[in-house]
């Protein structure tokens, strides 16, 4: 009995304990779990900027790739219309070749020099061969003027008491052999007395270009004459007869080719004194029977 006496003032404490007991096993357990949040929270925390920075990175990185692809395809087409053509390039190589070159000064003391017919005539065809070739070249040769493009001559002009003449050095070529062969003067367009003997100057200009032409292909000039086969030469009546007296002699000589009678012929012939004269013939009739040229003195042993 005792026992139960005390029993409600104990069981009243024990309540309060196990009141106190489990409240703070409540504040612990929510401790606990407010301290595991705040531990969470940095991770959570720290684990979006790494995010933030992959996904930036990746955005940053993936961006500029789009934009050089883009750009890439827009500049693409644009550069390709400005390309410069192969073709134009030798065109503006070839802009130097018509530099002209300075007039020839002893051209000017020649045109000075002549007739005064001739002046304004060789004046004009000056100016006329400059026009129709910007490029040509002034010279003296022959003691004449002459025009020469790419290194050859073109054509030339001179001046004499009566008349002036011009001709191109492949007249030939140019203007037909006949007329080239048929002029009664040095060239092919006969005796100049005056500037209206000329031909037009669209004429004269389609000439020198021909001429230019020939030059640039490399065509060679004809030849002027046409060589032809000499007739075997006839001895004179005083060497026909010494050769007639000495038979060796005279077969020595029918045994040489023409050009070798020819030597013995001319030499003969050329003697300006009777006595001279006499002298050859008999030692061409003594060297004939030895069986000699007319030049064996200067022949090769």
């Known amino acids: 009995m005792a026992r139960r006496e005390s029993d409600p003032g104990s069981a009243a404490a024990v309540k309060a304990g196990a009141k106190k007991a489990a409240k703070k096993a409540v504040e612990g357990k929510a401790g606990v779990s407010a301290a595991a949040a705040k531990r969470a929270e940095p991770k959570q925390a720290g684990s979006k900027p790494a995010a933030a920075k992959v996904s930036a990175a990746k955005t940053a990185t993936a961006k500029p790739a789009v934009a050089k692809k883009t750009s890439a395809k827009k500049t693409a087409p644009a550069s390709s219309p400005t390309r410069p053509k192969p073709s134009a390039k030798p065109a503006a190589a070839s802009a130097p070749a ?23 005539i060789l004046r004009d065809l000056r100016e006329r061969v400059h026009a129709a070739c910007p490029p040509v070249q002034e010279t003296i040769k022959w003691g004449m003027p002459n025009f020469v493009y790419r290194g050859k001559i073109l ?107 020819r030597e013995y012929v001319e030499w003969v012939e050329t003697a300006k004194r009777e006595e001279t004269r006499r002298a050859r013939v008999a030692q061409a009739v003594e060297w004939m029977a030895q069986g000699k040229v007319r030049n064996w003195k200067y022949m090769a042993k």
């Open 98 to 120: 018509a530099t002209a070159f300075p007039r020839e000064p002893r051209i000017d003391a020649y045109i000075a020099r002549a007739a005064a017919f001739a002046q304004p």
């Open 155 to 261: 054509c030339g002009m001179a001046a004499f008491k009566q008349h002036a003449s011009f001709g191109f050095w492949q007249g030939a070529n140019i203007v037909g052999a006949e007329q080239s062969a048929g002029s009664d003067a040095m060239g092919q367009f006969g005796r100049l007395t005056a500037p209206a003997d000329l031909p037009g100057r669209r004429e004269f200009a389609t000439l020198v270009k021909r001429a230019m032409a020939l030059i640039e292909t490399g065509a060679k000039r004809p030849p002027s004459k046409t060589a032809q086969p000499k007739p075997p030469p006839r001895p004179p009546a005083d060497l026909a007869a010494a050769l007639a007296a000495n038979p060796a002699a005279r077969k020595t000589f029918d045994g040489f080719p023409p050009s070798q009678q």
